[in-house]
């Protein structure tokens, strides 16, 4: 493939390329490089890293990773280092928002363009928001949140970058950055707007396997990782809060949907469906195998509001299998799987962040920050 990293990525529906690169397992090797595969010309960590999670390259991945990693030392009520979020501030964009990495903090960030996938996007932008305000940091949280606004488009959806068409991956990032400014009315309505673009593509009556699930973009196939992400925007924000909701399974009869089922209930149907079917995991879209990203962001999905807890412990029993293969925590840890699997750890009650299929989240994630 000659299509440049964060293209590739992309073009597959990953959205960004942090996923491709460090949380979406069961890729076929031909999809996209992995950070050690990664192309000899791509620019190395600059000397102000000091702070930043993981010893991979940043350029795709930076801010995205140093958003998990945040978030899920958040999520289990551990203590940040200041460094890491001095590293994560001073990415931020003059308009507020995020892009990938920086390598030089002192010059503009790139402006925004869709084709060369350059500039703030949605997805660096949504995480780093997260992070900041779970640590404190409402001014420039806040700034993120205004930027991520301006990404919204005329059919209620969010684009990766500025001038992008929507998909359902950067709205559901953007619906659980956006969510906990849900009692100002002006957010509400962007929220409002937001799931009415996540309902008009969601598969409904007309599917079958994958009813209650959401595509990509509009028209595509189930995607489990954009179904993954659109129930955490639907449901929660990171750190992940728990609040019971009422489970409601969409049902049909002869193709037609019978009754009323919200569009968060149905895809959380659908996701308890898909883990219940993998035996714990979600398909990847990409390739034979399981997405473990995708399973872990709709187990947290599911934990927050409390729906089909014997799928929860399912996925749980299956992601503590795959721990250590998913972190790679023998070579090179990954940040962002690790405060992943911490977000799980926080939110479902026979999970230990010091003991998840016998890793220590906690120190290995800490262990992985730049000094």
Known sequence: MTTSLPRAAHALGTVTAALALTLTTGMPATAAPTPTQAPAT???????????????????????????????????????????????????????????????????????????????????????????????????????????????????????YKGGPSDVNSTGLALAALRPQAGSKAVAKRITRASKYLRAAQLRCTATRDRGLLPYQPGGPANSLASAQAALGLSTTLPAKARRTTAEALKCANGRQVGSVSTRNALLAGAASTLRAGNGTAPSSFGDG????????????????????????????????SAADYTNVAKDPSPAALGTLLQVAAITPTSSPTSFGGINLTRQLRATIRR
């Open 290 to 321: 399981p997405d473990l990203s995708a399973t872990a962001q709709m187990t947290i999905a599911l934990a927050s509001t409390e729906q089909s807890p014997g799928t929860v412990r399912t996925a749980v029993r299956a992601l503590k299998r």
């Open 42 to 160: 791509v620019r190395t960590a600059g000397s102000g890293d000091v702070g930043l999670f993981g010893a991979a390259d940043p350029t795709f991945d930076g801010v995205y990773r140093q958003g998990l990693a945040i978030t899920g030392l958040r999520a289990v009520k551990a203590t940040v280092p200041a460094s890491a979020v001095t590293w994560l501030t001073r990415q931020q964009c003059s308009n507020g928002g995020f892009q990938s990495y920086r390598a030089d903090t002192s010059a503009p960030c790139d402006a925004p363009n869709p084709d060369t996938f350059s500039g703030p996007d949605s997805n660096s932008t949504a995480l780093a928001a997260m992070a900041l305000r779970s640590v404190g940091r409402t001014s420039q949280a806040t700034r993120a949140s205004a930027y991520l606004r301006t990404l919204q488009n005329s059919d209620g959806g969010f684009a990766y």
